[in-house]
């Protein structure tokens, strides 16, 4: 705390030496090089600041991505505040490249990230682009599945006040303030401060957290730093195992979780940006970073096994983590032609402790080193209508543990290549309008997570056999203990049209990507509440995405966002589909505006998907209905959601559980939240 103190008292000492008014019209903010135009030939969708004010309520940024093609989200508590994760095409979040101005998100070693750790993160964000499939390259883990680029608040705006107020079910309460200095003398600064409390829909399940967003900025004529710095506290009951139908038909709101379980999670991110641009044909782009998690959780693993438990049966298990990063960018432009070559480094150090929860007596220790670097080169040339687009990474990442037993360190090296051609000429031929054809092919490699090799686990220790009398026979190296330590590859085919007018959007795309030795989820969870995977020789995932916007007249708006999904997995000589992936996925939207109000209704409809791999086991269709309205006062609102209008009873996630009882995530009912924006 101490050092986010002493960071604040700088930041606002450095934006506000002095007070002259300098004219923002000639200053840029920093551009992170990493996002996709309209001309590069990958398959991507921005969400737009006015979609994200317009339905930010400090709910899980899933929710927000599930609006969007090929993706679904659940909450463990039902609800939209707490845990939440999300899969794109199918494949978990863990797959799925996360940055933060181009910050690698993503645990090092297990890939995850958690939206709540940053709560109402969305209300200091400008800018997300979400790019399908492996697209350019990133920061961080492999964009398996897809990448999620998170644009900070913008600095060379207007000066700007914010309060929000909202309250709604289960008690849910959320309150923010935020504050944008517009640039002086050069200088500028943004703060942000949330809270954020619910009692969560299910049983003991409450969410209590609050986040600090401070950014600033210092513009000069051929460079600008920038500072910021994102942090969060969270506590929550937890309810992340899955309730069989007969608990839920009993009890609606049944958690699995017993009430001891809870935790107490901390996470810091400060980073330093600077952009140099000493002229038109030159900019070098740069940052380091700083990321630290602090936190522990309590386990009750009686429950977990379906026994019953008392206060003295807890585990408590602590992780403190650090990661240290660094990344340089050079572009040159001239003339149609650009090229961008970057790098990228960091180091990753977590430690974690299991004891019991009364009597603080430790049972295991153990620390888990995580290293990477990361080179690549990006060419495009555009000739007339036609750019060239060319792309090409070199990763390699170390993994190192040190715990109860002997280890030896693994590596691994990829080379990620892509390729991709766009063409705008069709313009010309059809009045002028602005579309774009494009098509890429692209290949990319990622390694295991810490918990696809320990199935689960924390602790390496719990894979060993133990003899007759229940002692761990531990081998000479831990290694072999791991069944499998060979990376994923996948090859990735895009072709689409984007179709942009001022009153109409059109983006179409078709995928196509095959697996070698892909990881996929296999219907379990492990006892740290996370999702397990398996290895299947051989997979495909291919579909058609659409999204849309048509502004039939001043008063309407239509948007869909859709998906058509044919996933195929062979194992030993049987085919089957994966789970958690339906075939059919469309978002509906309609909106209508007069004067001060507008009116919202959004219809979801979701294809039933199969729950384990035998696919006897699914999870049905549904159709789900929210709406929203909002009254607009000057540059003030007020908005009231209704979720679920229809009261539907359905699940989007669900397990064949080890006692071969289906159970599942039972999502809330009707539910309404009323929020009160001020903007001065």
């Known amino acids: 705390m101490n050092k986010i103190l002493f960071t604040f008292i700088f930041i606002i000492q450095l934006s506000f030496a002095q007070n002259s008014i300098d004219s923002i019209q000639k200053l840029n903010d920093i ?34 991505f599930s609006k969007t093609p090929s993706i679904i989200a659940h909450a463990d508590g039902g609800h939209t505040q707490g845990y939440s994760y999300f899969t794109l095409r199918g494949i978990d979040q863990t797959r799925i490249n996360i940055t933060f101005d181009g910050v690698p998100l993503n645990d090092p070693a297990d890939h995850a990230f958690y939206f709540s750790n940053y709560t109402d993160i969305l209300q200091s964000v400008d800018k997300i682009q979400i790019q399908r499939g492996i697209g350019t390259s990133k920061n961080g883990t492999a964009s398996y599945a897809g990448s999620i680029e998170i644009f900070s608040k913008k600095l060379n705006k207007p000066k700007e006040i914010n309060f ?63 500072i910021n710095l994102l942090a969060g506290n969270q506590k929550n009951e937890l309810s992340w195992m899955a309730v069989s139908e007969e608990e839920i038909n009993c009890d609606r709101t049944t958690n699995s979780n017993s009430e001891f379980e809870k935790d107490d999670f901390s996470q810091m991110l400060l980073q330093i940006q600077n952009s140099f641009n000493p002229n038109k044909k030159h900019n070098i782009q740069s940052s380091i970073y700083y ?33 240290l990063g660094l990344y340089s960018n050079y572009t040159y432009k001239h003339n149609g032609f650009q090229a961008t070559t970057g790098f990228h480094t960091n180091t ?79 313009s010309k031929m059809i009045d002028e309008r602005n579309i774009t054809l494009y ?16 199935e689960g686990n924390d602790i390496l220790l719990y894979l060993c056999p133990t003899d007759e009398n229940g002692n761990y026979l531990m081998p000479e190296y831990g290694n072999s203990l791991i069944s499998s330590v060979k990376p994923e590859h996948v ?8 179709h942009q007018v001022n009153n109409f959007n059109l983006n179409i795309n078709f995928y196509h990507l095959s697996f070698n030795n892909e990881r996929v989820l296999n219907g379990a969870y492990g006892p740290n509440g996370l999702a397990l995977t398996s290895n299947v020789d051989k997979s ?67 294809s039933k ?72």
Request: charged share 20%.
């Open 491 to 498: 090859v990735n085919y895009e072709l689409g049209i984007r």
């Open 439 to 454: 098509f890429n092919i692209g290949r990319s490699s990622r390694e295991p997570s810490r918990y696809d090799m320990f």
């Open 348 to 426: 990753y150090i977590n430690k974690f402790t299991e004891s019991q929860k009364l009597s603080g007596n430790i049972w295991n220790k153990n620390t888990k080193y995580k290293d990477e670097i990361s080179a690549f080169q990006k060419i495009q040339y555009n000739i007339n209508d036609v750019l060239f687009f060319g792309d090409l990474q070199f990763r390699k990442s170390w993994f190192d543990y040190n715990g109860n037993m002997n280890f030896r360190t693994i590596s691994w090296s990829f080379i990620n290549p892509k390729f991709g051609i766009s063409y705008s000429g069709l």
């Open 164 to 226: 929000g107020i909202g309250y709604g079910s289960y008690n849910s309460f959320r309150a923010y303030s935020s504050y944008n200095s517009g640039v002086k003398n050069k200088k500028g600064i943004y703060v942000r401060l949330s809270k954020i409390y619910s009692d969560g829909f299910k049983q003991h399940s409450s969410n209590n957290a609050q986040s600090l967003f401070l950014s600033s900025g210092l513009f000069l004529d051929k460079s600008i730093w920038k």
């Open 609 to 680: 998907s199969y729950m384990n791999f035998e696919n006897s086991e699914y999870l049905n269709d549904y159709i789900l209905i929210n709406g929203r309205v909002d009254y607009f006062i000057k540059n003030h609102s007020i908005s009231l959601f209704i979720n679920n209008i229809t009261d539907n009873y359905y699940f989007n996630n669900g397990i064949v559980d080890w006692d071969g009882l289906n159970k599942y995530f039972v999502q809330s009912p009707r539910n309404i939240y009323l929020s009160v924006k001020l903007k001065f």
């Open 291 to 323: 990321t630290l998690a602090d936190g522990w959780w309590d386990f009750d693993l009686p429950n977990y096994l379906g026994q019953l438990a008392t206060e003295s049966d807890i585990f408590n298990y602590q992780v403190k983590s650090n990661l």
């Open 31 to 64: 551009l992170i090089i990493y996002q996709a135009d309209k001309l590069t030939p990958v398959t991507y969708q921005n969400i737009t600041l006015e979609e994200i004010q317009a339905n930010s309520v400090g709910q899980e940024p899933s929710f927000l």
């Open 540 to 606: 495909t995932r291919s579909g058609i995405e659409l999204h849309s916007f048509y502004k039939l007249n001043n008063n309407i708006e239509l948007i869909n966002n859709s998906s058509f999904n044919n996933s195929i997995i062979k194992e030993n000589n049987i085919t089957f589909t994966p789970i958690l992936t339906p075939s059919i996925i469309i978002n509906q939207e309609i909106v209508y505006s007069f004067k001060k109000i507008a009116f919202s209704l959004s219809t979801r409809y979701q």
